[in-house]
């Protein structure tokens, strides 16, 4: 293949022609043409494009690294092989051969993880572009009824007019994505797909430390090698089996840095391939906040930081970072008229290593551990789905770990979106829990901030530390217009008894919730001289516990703007009421929270020029002492195709007059309080350098530093009074300032020098250190970032695939 479509066989096929504007303006014919040739052979279909352009010098291509975003002209082929109106392959090229390919799910959601083994080839021509695709069918998933008919669509994106056009018409303001398309008719493989695909890989790394004649247990240099495997099998046509066999992540850019002063874990998100790819069908999410969802399965859980710890301070501790997978196994696709998913991964038992005098001994930290997932949706033309979701996890505990952690938790929900017409839309889910263990183990679950049953103020739960389980439930329902082209809403109601728990393989901030919320978008698509569209919506929101004291109220008003001339805008006011806070004193009586008022707003330049701007920022006040300042502008260069550079800041100046310190036993429990002044300045650095589609380098590097100082000590007194009577002076003896400074990098030359094989090097360095020096000084707190004791790791990563 060469892209060009000269060959005979090109021309013996019918031309597909007529594409549609689906933005900006939705259903009229599209500015330049295109056409659509699609032939097949025993193993593999064709689809060639040719992109009609009568000033060629305007088509737009950046070269990158495989599957990054980039503002070029793009040809997108997306096929519903399954022809089930719900689920579709993506693969997409632009003028200078870069590839792009999903997996879309539930009818328009997004798998941006699934990667394919297929071929493209595009040319840029006197007359335009053009593109030849060949995909395999072994990359594609066909239903066991297959009549040779598949769902089709083409999508060609031309960027000097910022247009986006397709065959058929898939209207934005029509409900759904993949229930629009067209038919390919007569699309029949000439013999069975090759089934098994095999990636066996081998990596090699050096470790160093800083040297240290503190901690024994650890290497100036620390070599290592190791061997995996991934594999992936058609257990039937619609169904996929994948495995991987000791895994490796060491190519996965870094978490960015945090200071987490709140009383809840952080959420970070998935970043490692195979647990990227195809956990789509795995979600059964309880809470979204702007797009991000959590739920009954977060992945993160597997391979998850030790939860274990050596609890003696003149102690010499080496302890690992990570628990290792052993293994992961997942089976996704379809069965008749359900979707369906499973998974199973092991973790190996970890432990530290432990110097205390003379003695030397290992104590486990992380025991041996089992995660399985279950999930199922029976699925109806009419895109309604009702579906059931298991989660279990079990682990082998001994006596370090028996007091620490469950042996066992269980997780399990009903959910459903039944489709009430083609624009409204009824949804819902119940869930359960079960979690047991040891008394100890029990206790500290109820004692952690997601639950404070010792709350002394609490009516409405108890605390037992007899108990060996600990039992909830959860529910949601929510109504919705989700199509339309002026006016979509939505309204939910939720819960979450105060022993609901599924934080062994899900995630969720806190239970004990009773929560409800409304949003009303009103929406203007159609451009105009000044606007291509411009959306506005209002929002509401309450919550309480399950003793009816109020935990958050408030409303937001937003609107953005997408400029005819592709710069963006938006902006938007939050009002917060007063609120209880049944957390406040982590795990002591709760308290009054002031309301706040807050704005943010946004702004995005042009992203098909040279360099490129973006700003967001936010400033917010409770009018009592408190107030946030964050600011966060980046810029993006791009001198040649090739190569992006894009330099961002993130500064935030938070002053907290209620900040929590710590409580302090005498003769009585003080519960502390300071008032926190804390700079945090994050810096991040990317490159993007793009040798050819296959040959890629990124640097990703992030400075990062955080010093907060505490004044105004006081005690809670009465968490309710008024603001002036909440609290009382006190003489607190101890220092909370802190000063934390880091620094991460995360670099990788790619090449994948065959179809689904690749070669990966990699150098990766981290950087920390904590004081309690509290004084900010920009200049001082930058350089001893690079003065911290540094840790590398060198990698060489080399994974190649064959298809049996």
């Known amino acids: 293949m060469d892209g060009r ?5 090109w021309q013996k096929a019918l031309p597909l022609s007529g594409f549609k504007q689906r933005d900006p303006q939705e259903g009229a014919d599209a500015t330049v043409q295109t056409e659509v040739r699609v032939v097949f052979d025993a193993s593999a279909m064709y689809v060639g494009v040719r992109a ?42 632009n003028p200078v051969g870069v590839k792009q390919d999903k997996y879309y799910f539930n009818d328009g959601d997004e798998d941006e993880g699934w990667d394919a083994v297929w071929d493209v080839a595009a040319a840029v021509t006197a007359g335009g572009w053009e593109a030849e695709f060949r995909i395999p069918f072994s990359q594609l998933r066909f239903s066991p009824m297959h009549d040779g008919r598949v769902g089709f669509a083409v999508f060609r994106q031309v960027q000097h007019l910022n247009e986006l056009s397709a065959w058929p018409l898939v209207a934005r303001s029509r409900a759904g994505f993949v229930s629009q398309f067209g038919e390919l008719t007569n699309l029949r493989p000439g013999r069975s797909p090759r089934r098994l695909e095999i990636q066996p890989y081998v990596v090699a790394d050096l470790t160093t430390n800083p040297s240290t004649a503190v901690n024994t247990f650890v290497d100036r240099r620390d070599p290592n090698a190791a061997l995996g495997l991934d594999v992936k099998y058609a257990l039937s046509p619609g169904l996929t089996l994948t495995a991987t066999v000791n895994p490796d992540f060491g190519q996965v850019e870094a978490d960015p840095a945090v200071v987490n002063l709140s009383a809840f874990e952080t959420f970070f998100p998935e970043r490692r391939p195979f647990f990227l790819e195809g956990t789509g069908t795995l979600r059964f999410d309880l809470d979204c906040n702007d797009g991000e969802c959590t739920g009954l399965f977060y992945t993160r859980r597997i391979g998850r930081v030790p939860q274990g710890y050596v609890d003696n301070d003149a102690a010499t501790v080496s302890a690992p970072a ?57 699925e109806f033309a009419n895109q309604s789905k009702v579906g059931v979701m298991l989660t279990a996890t079990n682990r082998n505990l001994d006596e370090a770990m028996r007091p620490l952690v469950a042996g066992s938790a269980y997780t399990g929900g009903v959910d459903f979106d039944w489709r009430l017409s083609r624009r409204y839309r009824l949804s819902g889910y119940l869930a359960g829990s079960r979690v047991q263990g040891d008394a100890a183990a029990i206790a ?77 978008q009103v929406r203007f698509d159609r451009p105009n001289r000044v606007k291509r569209n411009f959306r506005i919506n209002f929002n509401q929101w309450s919550g309480y516990n399950f003793d009816g004291d109020r935990l958050f109220s408030g409303g937001n008003i937003n609107a953005h703007v997408w400029f005819a001339n592709n710069w963006r805008l938006g902006s938007g006011l939050n009002v917060n009421g007063a609120s209880f806070d049944d957390r406040l004193t982590r795990g002591g009586p709760g308290g009054m929270r002031n309301g706040r008022i807050g704005n943010w707003h946004y702004l ?10 973006n700003w967001n920022a936010f400033v917010g006040t409770d009018r009592q002492g408190s107030r946030d300042l964050e600011a966060s502008p980046r810029i993006t ?168």
């Open 5 to 9: 479509l000269d060959d005979a066989v």
């Open 52 to 93: 009609i352009d009568p000033d060629p010098s305007k088509i737009v291509g950046h070269l990158t690294r495989r599957d990054s975003r980039s503002p070029s002209d793009w040809i997108r082929v997306v096929i519903d092989s399954f022809h089930d109106k719900r689920t579709a392959y993506e693969f997409a090229v």
């Open 322 to 378: 990570q628990s290792t997978i052993l293994g992961a196994t997942k089976v996704t696709g379809r069965i008749g008229a359900f979707s369906v998913g499973a998974m199973n991964a092991l973790t190996q038992r970890e432990e530290a290593s432990v110097a205390l005098g003379d003695q030397r001994f290992n104590q486990t930290v992380e025991p041996f551990t089992s995660y399985s997932v279950l999930r199922a949706n029976r």
């Open 444 to 520: 500290g679950l109820q004692q952690s901030n997601r639950h404070s049953f010792q709350r002394p103020d609490a009516a409405h739960v108890e605390f037992d530390d007899t108990r060996t389980s600990l039992r909830g439930h959860a529910g949601q329902l929510g109504f919705s217009k989700h199509g339309g082209e002026r006016v979509r809403f939505q309204t939910n109601w939720e819960y979450k008894s105060p022993g609901f728990e599924i934080n062994d393989l899900g995630f969720m901030s806190r239970a004990d919730e009773i929560s409800q919320s409304n949003w009303v």
């Open 604 to 613: 995005d330049t042009d992203d098909r020029k040279p360099v490129v701007f």
């Open 637 to 804: 260069f791009r001198p040649t195709s090739a190569l992006t550079v894009s330099p961002g800041l993130s500064y935030r100046k938070n002053r907290n007059a209620q900040q929590w310190v710590e409580a302090v036993d005498t003769t009585r429990t003080h519960y502390v309080f300071g008032r926190i002044d804390q700079t945090t300045l994050g810096m991040t650095m990317r490159v993007n350098y793009t040798m050819s589609p296959r040959l890629s380098l990124q640097v990703y590097a992030e400075p990062f530093t955080s010093s907060g100082r505490y004044t105004s000590f006081k005690e809670l007194a009465s968490g309710r009074a008024p603001y002036d009577q909440r609290f009382a002076a006190f003489a607190y003896g101890g220092n909370p300032d802190f000063r934390y400074t880091s620094f991460r990098t995360t670099n990788v030359l790619r090449w994948e020098y065959r179809p689904g094989s690749t070669l990966y090097v990699v150098w990766q360095q981290g950087r920390e250190r904590s004081d309690e020096r509290s004084d900010y000084s920009l200049g001082r707190n930058v350089g001893d970032i690079f003065s911290a004791p540094g840790r590398n790791v060198f990698l060489v990563k080399v994974a190649h695939w064959w298809n049996m």
